[in-house]
């Protein structure tokens, strides 16, 4: 079975990684200055616009309503956060020491964990960079599967602790994930037994996932820097945690940019694109960005999580019908993480097909696929 970590060797991404020494920047360089943020469309928590429909919902897990209030929370903002989920608040403050360690290493140590253009794992800047003419005032490092190789280099003496961290926050995202994948699910009137891929015990066994730790650096000029530009998860749904300083933005039709503020010990569940494929469309993955911070750093932990990255996902057969024809043909997270190592935010529309009278044509080469 292909693994993620091939999805990008026959599409490497090349990001120049210039300079990841931020604090040494007293002024914001030319390179890293944005215009357009269009900041008047932002609401913020503080913000007069106080109303439960301008602000993204918070979902307590031990509500009996949970799987409804989310599929309302799907449908209409392709986000919410989670409470009351289980996850040691212990476990949220390890993960996060982790990520707040790692950047706080000297640029040259980091650099020896660089990912590679073709690879997957390892430290540098967000991937999305090489789309964009500015760089974005952030660092990540992304880990799939084990941190053994990397962690390595970054610490050769003390790694292991780092290591069980990691592995321990990945074990529980697992799980959170899969719980949150039949909610989500059950929500749409998808039952355990619709979905054979998800194993014989229904747990999402064979799921892949991959972890992305953020940082976004105190900046001197913060109206005019972008921490991390706005895109779309290609996943099924990533499970976020933030510290206490705001900077997450989600995009909400008709309103424009809305800050998700950090809650503490609650996750942030963002829709991604393969869930979007698999609804048809009724849960549309959530384009999000990040702004950053005069004075304080803002770190956050991505869990990516998605299919076994060989299984075909396709708009689930109980959503599709005369009336509602599938939007999007079968593709595998490994082959949709190419199309948007290619694309960019244009993937969704690359797998997408339209009906005509005639039958079912894939949009991009006016093949007929179904019929
Ligand atoms: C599995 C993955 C999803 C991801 C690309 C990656 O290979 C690992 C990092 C993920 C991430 C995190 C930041 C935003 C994003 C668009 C990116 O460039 O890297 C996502 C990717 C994604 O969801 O497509
Ligand atoms: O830092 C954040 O809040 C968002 C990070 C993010 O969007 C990502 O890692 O995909
Ligand atoms: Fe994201």
Known sequence: MPSLSEAYRAHPVH??????????LQELPESYTWTHLDDHTIINSNNIMKESNSSVPVIDLNDPNASKL???????????????????????????????????????????????????????????????????????????????????????QDYAKYCDIVLQYEETMKKLAGKLMWLMLDSLGITKEDIKWAGSKAQFEKACAAMQLNSYPSCPDPDRAMGLAPHTDSTFLTILSQNDISGLQVQREGIGWVTVPPLHGGLVVNVGDLFHILSNGLYPSVLHRVLV??????????????PPSNVEICPHTKLVGPTQPPLYRSVTWNEYLG??????????????????????FDVNKSNKVVG
């Open 15 to 24: 990001v120049h990684h210039k300079n990841l020494d931020f604090n040494s």
């Open 70 to 156: 989310i599929g309302h929370a799907c449908k209409t903002w392709g986000v919410y956060q989670i409470v009351n989920h289980g996850i040691p608040i212990s476990l949220l403050d390890d993960i996060q020491w982790v990520g707040q360690t790692l950047f706080s290493l000297p640029p040259h140590q980091k650099l020896k964990a660089l990912r590679s253009p073709d690879g997957v794992s390892g430290y540098g800047l967000a991937r999305i960079s090489s789309f964009f003419p500015k760089l974005m005032w952030s660092e990540g490092f992304t880990i799939v599967g084990s941190p053994f190789e990397h962690f390595r280099q970054l610490w050769p």
């Open 339 to 360: 199309t948007k190592a290619k694309h960019f935010n244009k993937a969704l529309s690359y797998v997408r097909i339209c009906a005509t009278i005639n039958g079912l």
């Open 293 to 306: 911070n005069r004075t304080r750093q803002r770190f956050s932990i991505a869990y990516l999580y998605g």
